[in-house]
């Protein structure tokens, strides 16, 4: 690893004032320069701070910070910034707790910063901050990611209120940045008390299974407030934020997995909202079509019959890749990066094998917020529909369902970007209007042949619409059953057959199942140069928050 800050050097083979380097002179002859004994100093004192770390990190399982950067960067891109910022060279101060530069990641250039537990507990204090915020407007000059590797014991106590003034100018910076370049928190120790904003206002959170915890209040405060007796762990864990609060998105089995998890995500990313997004190689090969053909015998005839959605997934996208977003959490939804013929996409799709794929509170955020992710960072977005509707219940009622429920409409309405919609089988009430239909601004819709879209299921539209005719069956001695499932298979006739939706243009075509991948590369296609518009004069909107 080298360094660009001013003053330092790559650390020399001897410490001794005295070593000698060779320079060249005007006339060609050899002549020596001793080292500087600061300078010599400077590099002891960063070889002897990096031994210490390793010694407290190893002893914990954990990387040191600059291992964390050499796992996160191809090798030797790393080029680091303000070494000693914060730190005296001659009173043997290695410099602050964090560490501040840019490395290349797949060859694109990133800026980092990554907190040191082995100093001063990677608190921050005033320097750590003001480090900070100087990588951020760097990385919004030079429009490029910002990776933010955490574990810190917080705002240090001994700069009082100097360090919270400084987590406030990281908020202001995270939000300036927010929406114009990639932010990726990678917790990898302790984060808590106000820090927790930090990565909480970036675009992805990623940790780990051990190590990795979040918490505005420790469980030694939640103990003496409220007498409630919790583990760092169960309070504000890794599987905690994964699968319970969807504060995280993605659970690494180890540092290393969550770093590659992120290298991974800045892939599929452009390196701004105002650069181009990444184009990877893909040739056409016999076996596209084999696997376009079994996406005939996935889907079950019976629409109460579960199945997986990412089987699904993995015969439209290339090489069957799918990079997952929230694996864990509100699983009735999947949401994540792939690549159709070469091009990064976001994919957005129910899942029939949770809860028959049904939108709840958690799920709707879910989406919600993937759906403004793919629009900030113009990925297309495609939509794999086959739901029965938001779901029903007092707790999703009190949880705002109706509140939280509204962030999908609100994000799929303001997107954009080129959007596909393929319903697969059910598409029924406020459901389907929000899964990128027509309606709210998809640009084109398919549908499956036996697909059903309607305001309500045929069984449950039957039991409203037909309740007097049925009870009076019952009356009668009719055989109420016998006349149900004829009224079911009228409505389904009459009002839940997509060929409705086509005659008035809500759907574009009725595809085969083998043909959607083809249609939908074909469609992204036609929509490659699909342009923003400036919408009003406003300022912005107010999204349900």
């Given at each position: 690893?080298?360094?660009?800050?001013?003053?330092?050097?790559?650390?020399?083979?001897?410490?001794?004032?005295?070593?000698?380097?060779?320079?060249?002179?005007?006339?060609?002859?050899?002549?020596?320069?001793p080292?500087?004994?600061?300078v010599?100093?400077?590099?002891?004192l960063?070889?002897?701070?990096?031994?210490?770390?390793?010694?407290?990190?190893?002893?914990?399982?954990k990387?040191?910070?600059?291992?964390?950067?050499?796992?996160?960067f191809?090798?030797?891109?790393?080029?680091?910034?303000?070494?000693?910022?914060?730190?005296?060279?001659?009173?043997?101060?290695p410099?602050?707790?964090?560490?501040?530069?840019?490395?290349?990641?797949?060859?694109?250039?990133?800026?980092?910063?990554?907190?040191?537990?082995?100093?001063?507990?990677?608190t921050?204090?005033?320097?750590?901050?003001?480090?900070?915020?100087h990588?951020?407007?760097?990385?919004?000059?030079?429009?490029?990611?910002?990776?933010?590797?955490?574990?810190s014991?917080?705002?240090?106590?001994?700069?009082?209120?100097?360090?919270?003034?400084?987590?406030?100018h990281?908020?202001?910076?995270?939000?300036?940045?927010?929406?114009?370049?990639?932010?990726?928190?990678?917790?990898?120790?302790?984060?808590?008390?106000?820090?927790?904003?930090?990565?909480?206002?970036?675009?992805?959170?990623?940790?780990?299974?051990?190590?990795?915890?979040?918490?505005?209040?420790?469980?030694?405060?939640?103990?003496?407030?409220?007498?409630?007796?919790?583990?760092?762990?169960?309070?504000?864990?890794?599987?905690?934020?994964?699968?319970?609060?969807?504060?995280?998105?993605?659970?690494?089995?180890?540092?290393?997995?969550?770093?590659?998890?992120?290298?991974?995500?800045?892939?599929?990313?452009?390196?701004?909202?105002?650069?181009?997004?990444?184009?990877?190689?893909?040739?056409?090969?016999?076996?596209?079509?084999?696997?376009?053909?079994?996406?005939?015998?996935?889907?079950?005839?019976?629409?109460?019959?579960?199945?997986?959605?990412?089987?699904?997934?993995?015969?439209?996208?290339?090489?069957?890749?799918f990079v997952?977003?929230?694996?864990?959490?509100?699983?009735?939804?999947?949401?994540?990066?792939?690549c159709?013929?070469?091009?990064?996409?976001?994919?957005?799709?129910?899942?029939?094998?949770?809860?028959?794929?049904?939108?709840?509170?958690?799920?709707?955020?879910?989406?919600?917020?993937?759906?403004?992710?793919c629009?900030?960072?113009?990925?297309?977005?495609?939509?794999?529909?086959?739901?029965?509707?938001?779901?029903?219940g007092?707790?999703?009622?009190?949880?705002?369902?109706?509140?939280?429920?509204?962030?999908?409409?609100?994000?799929?309405?303001?997107?954009?970007?080129?959007?596909?919609?393929?319903?697969?089988?059910?598409?029924?009430?406020?459901?389907?209007?929000?899964?990128?239909?027509?309606?709210?601004?998809?640009?084109?819709?398919?549908?499956?042949?036996?697909?059903?879209?309607?305001?309500?299921?045929?069984?449950?539209a039957?039991?409203?619409?037909?309740?007097?005719?049925?009870?009076?069956?019952?009356?009668?001695?009719?055989?109420?059953?016998?006349?149900?499932?004829?009224?079911?298979?009228?409505?389904?006739?009459?009002?839940?057959?997509?060929?409705?939706?086509?005659?008035?243009?809500?759907?574009?075509?009725?595809?085969?199942?083998?043909?959607?991948?083809?249609?939908?590369?074909?469609?992204?296609?036609?929509?490659?140069?699909?342009?923003?518009?400036?919408?009003?004069?406003k300022?912005?909107?107010?999204?349900?928050?």
């Amino acid at each position: 690893m080298s360094d660009m800050s001013a003053g330092s050097v790559t650390a020399p083979t001897a410490a001794s004032p005295a070593a000698p380097s060779a320079a060249v002179s005007g006339d060609g002859a050899e002549t020596r320069q001793p080292v500087r004994a600061a300078v010599a100093r400077a590099a002891e004192l960063a070889r002897d701070a990096e031994r210490a770390a390793r010694t407290r990190q190893h002893a914990k399982g954990k990387n040191t910070a600059r291992e964390r950067l050499d796992l996160l960067f191809d090798t030797g891109s790393f080029r680091e910034i303000g070494r000693f910022v914060g730190g005296s060279i001659n009173q043997g101060s290695p410099g602050s707790a964090v560490i501040t530069g840019f490395g290349d990641v797949y060859g694109r250039q990133v800026a980092v910063y990554a907190q040191d537990f082995s100093v001063k507990g990677g608190t921050l204090g005033v320097a750590e901050g003001e480090k900070i915020c100087h990588l951020m407007d760097m990385a919004i000059e030079l429009q490029i990611p910002v990776v933010a590797l955490i574990d810190s014991g917080g705002a240090r106590i001994q700069a009082g209120v100097s360090a919270l003034t400084q987590y406030g100018h990281i908020f202001r910076k995270t939000c300036e940045a927010s929406g114009l370049i990639p932010q990726l928190s990678l917790i990898l120790g302790p984060c808590a008390g106000g820090a927790v904003y930090c990565p909480a206002l970036t675009d992805l959170i990623i940790m780990t299974k051990e190590h990795s915890n979040m918490f505005v209040t420790g469980p030694d405060v939640v103990k003496s407030a409220t007498g409630e007796t919790v583990s760092m762990e169960d309070l504000g864990g890794g599987y905690v934020h994964n699968a319970v609060s969807g504060v995280a998105h993605y659970l690494g089995q180890d540092e290393a997995d969550a770093i590659d998890y992120a290298r991974t995500v800045l892939a599929y990313l452009p390196s701004s909202a105002n650069g181009p997004t990444p184009i990877f190689s893909y040739a056409a090969n016999r076996a596209d079509h084999e696997i376009a053909q079994r996406l005939n015998d996935i889907v079950p005839d019976n629409d109460r019959q579960p199945y997986d959605m990412l089987d699904v997934i993995r015969c439209l996208v290339d090489y069957g890749e799918f990079v997952q977003v929230q694996e864990i959490y509100a699983t009735s939804a999947l949401v994540g990066f792939a690549c159709m013929e070469g091009h990064p996409v976001g994919i957005v799709a129910n899942q029939p094998k949770v809860k028959a794929g049904i939108l709840d509170v958690a799920s709707s955020e879910k989406v919600a917020r993937f759906v403004r992710l793919c629009d900030a960072f113009n990925l297309p977005i495609i939509t794999l529909v086959d739901t029965p509707g938001y779901q029903p219940g007092s707790d999703q009622e009190h949880s705002g369902i109706i509140r939280r429920g509204a962030k999908v409409i609100y994000a799929y309405a303001n997107a954009q970007v080129p959007m596909v919609t393929v319903i697969l089988r059910k598409a029924f009430g406020g459901a389907y209007i929000v899964m990128g239909s027509k309606a709210i601004g998809a640009d084109v819709n398919y549908a499956w042949p036996s697909s059903q879209i309607a305001v309500l299921g045929a069984g449950g539209a039957v039991n409203i619409i037909h309740r007097k005719d049925l009870q009076k069956a019952k009356e009668r001695g009719q055989d109420v059953n016998a006349l149900r499932d004829r009224l079911i298979q009228d409505y389904e006739t009459t009002t839940v057959n997509a060929n409705l939706s086509l005659e008035t243009g809500q759907i574009d075509a009725m595809i085969d199942p083998e043909q959607t991948r083809e249609a939908i590369a074909g469609s992204l296609r036609s929509l490659a140069h699909k342009r923003r518009s400036r919408r009003g004069d406003k300022h912005h909107g107010n999204q349900p928050m």
